[in-house]
């Protein structure tokens, strides 16, 4: 009896699963695109990502760390323009969305952005690895292509999952069920939860492509990995404990530049052409 219960239960929860798969993205010139797991809305994701973006924001303004640094401010800024703008090749509803961007002034080496574009960039990360604008780029578009592939809304499905095969089979058992709805938690589960491995890759391919259409040097985002591995061999800090940085990862980095090379080439063709014409105008 035991074996057919467990049996029917892995039967339903497959056909729970299937219910809620497809993919956030189009795939662009790297192909990132693969079928997810998403049983929670987008709204609801994104309503408890602004929900815990604007906490964050009142408690560094009530320590004086919001956007406090005019230089890192400007910069962090004028980066997160110039690669919102490329979001739409990958979905064009982001284009939409309404991006907020904040730089934090802390000695963290982390920088983040939740559900549906609320971005914020530590001073830390900027300082400590000395980035130049190319390598910050390779930074935020790694969190802008989280937010893109919806990680944190495919992260809570799985929990979501979790809990109700557990639910499930309690039931058929005869136990009692104590699952309960984690829609109304995302403000604090879009933080808490990491991202896989798999994620991590999806986000260093996809931002190194918003990179490039950017105008920004994907070459830098290996630079990037090089450097935090780097600061990573004293005390890890803290944007590595969910971000893995390893040889394997910068070999998977340097192994899609042939496919977005061309994408960043492209777009100094076009600013060169652009600046020659506006010169002759002149």
Known sequence: MKRVTLLLAAILSGAFFL????????????????????LISSADVNEGAATAYKKELTKARASNAL?????????????????????GVFRPDALKWNWEVNVLNSNEV??????????????????????TDDEL??????????????????????????????????????FGSTSQSLAGQAS???????????METEADVMGMELMARAGYNPEAAINVWKKMAKLGSGSSPEFLSTHPSDSSRIANLQAQLPKVMPLYQATKTKGKTAAVTRKKKK
């Open 19 to 38: 219910s809620g798969c497809q993919s956030t993205t189009a795939g662009g010139a790297t192909n990132s695109s693969r079928s997810q797991l998403l």
């Open 67 to 87: 956007n406090t640094n005019a230089s890192y401010t400007r910069r962090v800024n004028n980066v997160s323009k110039r690669l919102i703008a490329q979001v």
């Open 110 to 131: 982390n920088a983040y952005c939740m559900p549906g574009g609320k971005i914020a960039v530590y001073t830390g990360i900027i300082s400590k690895l000395n980035l």
């Open 137 to 174: 780029a390779a930074v935020i578009g790694h969190e802008i292509a989280h937010a893109l592939r919806e990680h944190s809304r495919e992260q809570i499905s799985q929990q979501i999952a979790t809990e109700q095969t557990i639910s499930l089979v309690g039931a058929l058992a005869g």
């Open 188 to 198: 604090q589960l879009v933080i808490g939860l990491p991202f896989s491995r798999k």
